[in-house]
Nanobody, 112 residues
Framework: EVQLVESGGGLVQVGGSLRLSCAAS????????MHWVRQAPGKGLEWVSF????????YYAESMKGRFTIYRDNAKNTLYLQMNSLKPEDTDVYYC?????WGQGTQVTVSS
């Protein structure tokens, strides 16, 4: 059974930082590309970032470029999202996605 468990969210002030983690199990982690996606209450999903299975390619949504960094540790079956210079509009539930599955999400709240 594929499992993705996000953690690391919380309440942070504008300009602060958080590091999200996504612990994966139940599939070959180093064989899958992965995504971070976010969703605000009452809104649709917004793609945040992608990383190739090997970790050597990463892409970001325009508003996240230069502030967010996606990376992975294939030895630990864990995906990360380092978020810096956080803004109120980054307030969302963040999900990781891989192998056709989603985690339960982790809430990020940025206060001004």
């Amino acid at each position: 059974e594929v499992q993705l468990v996000e953690s690391g969210g919380g309440l942070v002030q504008v300009g602060g930082s958080l590091r999200l983690s996504c612990a994966a199990s139940g599939f070959r982690f180093d064989g899958h590309d992965m995504h971070w996606v976010r969703q605000a209450p009452g809104k649709g999903l917004e793609w945040v970032s992608f990383i190739r299975w090997s970790g050597d390619k990463a892409y970001y949504a325009e508003s996240m470029k230069g502030r967010f960094t996606i990376y992975r540790d294939n030895a630990k079956n864990t995906l990360y999202l380092q978020m810096n210079s956080l803004k109120p509009e980054d307030t969302d539930v963040y999900y990781c996605n891989a192998a056709g599955s989603w985690g339960q999400g982790t809430q990020v709240t940025v206060s001004s």
